[in-house]
């Protein structure tokens, strides 16, 4: 075992601060590395506070990790020691359910190992995530990362990245569709690059109209104040899909009469409370609103390396660890533009 300098939430209501705790040696088919970076994500903060309420404690957030190898056990053949790697939201799964043979290991039957506030396949180790000084992670969960992008704006890809690349690719989504995002933050800002980089004219939809012009700098091509009831009537019936990336409570009927005939609102950010929608939204013009996770390891290495090839990136602000609490309260309030992402040597 490695002792592992962290900083974790002791309980719902304490700050996250500096904690120690072991990791376990790499095995046959373990990959170590130090972390380089980890983003801060709107979920690591619904958890650490207990709004889902499935939290365990002591709790070592974050799911977006980027480093560099340090140790591979002797079946390892994918990495070596000096290589780039990251680790997403998943660390493990039970590999032989129907999904898992797939490759949509986020979808386990059996019950995946998410990076941090979850348990490993013995359903006993609980899961530590990457505000940490380094990881150790199967091989097979492991991502290669392209030298060619700065590792900082990489980091994010492993969640935002990957929860808007998955639905956009599972619908097809591309030249001739008309697509609205949801919310400007560190998904909807991902989602409109992703979006107009497939061919797909992009919407921004946003209570602010401060928006307007990061939206249309990102890729966007028109934009929506949703505050504002002639705007929001004036694209009735016109987006074939609309990724919400919003997890605080809002219209969700006001979001599918935007939707044409046969529109799917696809849901990514999840809101603390349940979500309300009137049946005849659906039913008057055969609507859809559907959910969809981050992807499987196969689909992020994809996604991964799309980005390599077309110079995509997360638009971050690179902070220490100390201020990480900070960090919250700012992305509460949206000020960020558009994910914070920690520089792992401050944690030494």
Not at 20 to 41: A, H, M, N, S, Y
Request: hydrophobic content about 35%; aromatic content about 8%.
């Amino acid at each position: 075992m490695t002792s592992v300098k962290a900083y974790a939430a002791q309980n719902p209501t304490a700050p996250v601060a500096p904690w120690t705790f072991e990791r376990r040696d790499p095995g046959p088919f373990d990959v170590q590395f130090d972390i380089l970076f980890c983003g801060v994500c709107h979920s690591d903060l619904h958890q650490i506070r207990d709004e889902w309420g499935n939290s365990i404690y002591p709790m070592v957030p974050g799911h977006e990790i980027v480093g560099r190898v340090t140790k591979v056990g002797d079946k390892v053949t994918k990495f070596k020691v000096g290589d780039l790697a990251a680790v997403g939201c998943l660390v493990d799964s039970c590999r032989h359910c129907d999904n898992c043979k797939d490759g949509q290991e986020q979808y386990c039957e059996n019950g995946s190992s998410g990076t941090y506030n979850s348990y490993e396949q013995d359903k006993k180790t609980v899961t530590q995530g990457g505000y940490s000084s380094m990881i150790v992670t199967d091989e097979k969960y492991v991502l290669k990362v392209s030298d060619k992008l700065p590792l900082a704006n990489v980091a994010p890809l492993l969640c935002a990245g990957i929860t808007t690349y998955s639905p956009l690719r599972h619908w097809k989504v591309g030249k001739g569709h008309k697509v609205a995002v949801i919310g400007l933050g560190g998904l909807g800002h991902m989602a409109v690059k992703f979006a107009a980089s497939f061919g797909a004219e992009v919407t921004m939809l946003s209570t602010s109209p401060k928006k307007e012009t990061d939206a249309k700098a990102l890729g966007a091509h028109k934009f929506v104040l949703t505050s504002d009831p002639e705007q929001v009537k004036s694209v009735s019936n016109t987006f074939d899909f609309i990724i919400d990336t919003v997890s605080a409570p809002h219209d969700y009927n006001m979001v599918q009469g935007m939707l044409r005939t046969n529109g799917i609102q696809i849901c990514v950010g999840v809101p603390p409370t349940p979500l309300e929608l009137y049946g005849f939204s659906l039913i008057g013009n055969r609507r859809s609103i559907a959910g969809s996770m981050i992807g499987g390891i196969p689909e992020t290495q994809e996604m991964l390396d799309y980005c390599a090839e077309h110079n995509i990136v997360s638009d971050v602000e690179v902070i220490d660890i100390s201020y990480v609490n900070e960090a919250y309260e700012r992305m509460l309030k949206g000020d960020v533009r558009y994910r914070f992402v920690i520089d792992m040597n401050s944690l030494k």
